[in-house]
T-cell receptor, first 110, second 110 residues
Framework: DAGVIQSPRHEVTEMGQEVTLRCKPISGHDYLFWYRQTMMRGLELLIYFNNNVPIDDSGMPEDRFSAKMPNASFSTLKIQPSEPRDSAVYFC????????FGEGSWLTVV | KQEVTQIPAALSVPEGENLVLNCSFTDSAIYNLQWFRQDPGKGLTSLLLIQSSQREQTSGRLNASLDKSSGRSTLYIAASQPGDSATYLCAVKGNEKLTFGTGTRLTIIP
C-alpha cells in the first residue's frame, strides 16, 4: 500500500453498538474514498471526499452510516447502531489519478 | 450507471502459462481504467493504470490493454507463477468515482 493506516484492523461487536472506523492517509491526496466489500456485492463505494469536503454520499446505505473528514490526514466512518448485515471489510482509499487502498477494517456484527 | 463485468469469476492455470483476464464496462466515457490485485485478507494493490487516451500499459510480466470504444480491457500475464495467485479487479474511473468489477480469482497451479 502507499501509506494508508486503517484502524481497527479487526472488530467484533454486538448488534446495536456504535462502530467507528478510522483512516489516516500518510501522504497528501486529492480524494479520500470509503468502500465496503462483501462476498455478495463486491466493492461498493460508500462516500468520497475532495479536499476534506464530502462530494457524494449516495452509496451510504442508510442513516445509520456517517462519515467525517475533519482534516486532510484523518477520516472516520461511523455506524450507529450496527446490525449483522453491516459485517464486511471497510476500505479507505485515497489518491487522484491512481487510487491507493488501506488494508481494510474487518467488521463482524453479531 | 456504469457497470463493470469480469469473466470468468475464477480461473486456474498451470504454472508457466500465459493468461488473459477480461474486463468489460458499459459506459465508454471514462477517464482511466485501473487493474488491482487483492491477496486474501489484504487491501488492493494497484498494478497498472491506463489513461483513456492510451491503448496499453506494461509493467514487467503484466500488460493491460484498453479499447474504450468497445468497452473492454484485458490484463495479460506472461509466464505465470504461483505468486501470481490472487484476485484481480479492474476499475473504471468516471467523473470522479471508481467503479469496480467483481474480480477474477486466479490460481496458478505449481
Amino acid at each position: 500500500d502507499a501509506g494508508v493506516i486503517q484502524s481497527p484492523r479487526h472488530e467484533v461487536t454486538e448488534m446495536g453498538q456504535e462502530v467507528t472506523l478510522r483512516c489516516k492517509p500518510i501522504s497528501g491526496h486529492d480524494y479520500l474514498f470509503w468502500y465496503r466489500q462483501t462476498m455478495m456485492r463486491g466493492l461498493e463505494l460508500l462516500i468520497y471526499f475532495n479536499n476534506n469536503v464530502p462530494i457524494d454520499d449516495s452509496g451510504m446505505p442508510e442513516d445509520r452510516f456517517s462519515a467525517k473528514m475533519p482534516n486532510a490526514s484523518f477520516s472516520t466512518l461511523k455506524i450507529q447502531p450496527s446490525e449483522p448485515r453491516d459485517s464486511a471489510v471497510y476500505f479507505c482509499a485515497f489518491g487522484g489519478n491512481t487510487i491507493y487502498f488501506g488494508e481494510g477494517s474487518w467488521l463482524t456484527v453479531v | 450507471k456504469q457497470e463493470v463485468t469480469q469473466i470468468p469469476a475464477a480461473l486456474s492455470v498451470p504454472e508457466g502459462e500465459n493468461l488473459v483476464l477480461n474486463c468489460s464496462f458499459t459506459d465508454s466515457a471514462i477517464y482511466n481504467l485501473q487493474w488491482f490485485r487483492q491477496d486474501p485478507g489484504k487491501g488492493l494493490t494497484s498494478l497498472l493504470l491506463i489513461q483513456s487516451s492510451q491503448r496499453e500499459q506494461t509493467s514487467g510480466r503484466l500488460n493491460a490493454s484498453l479499447d474504450k470504444s468497445s468497452g473492454r480491457s484485458t490484463l495479460y500475464i506472461a509466464a505465470s507463477q504461483p505468486g501470481d495467485s490472487a484476485t484481480y479487479l479492474c476499475a473504471v474511473k468516471g467523473n470522479e468515482k471508481l467503479t469496480f468489477g467483481t474480480g477474477t480469482r486466479l490460481t496458478i497451479i505449481p
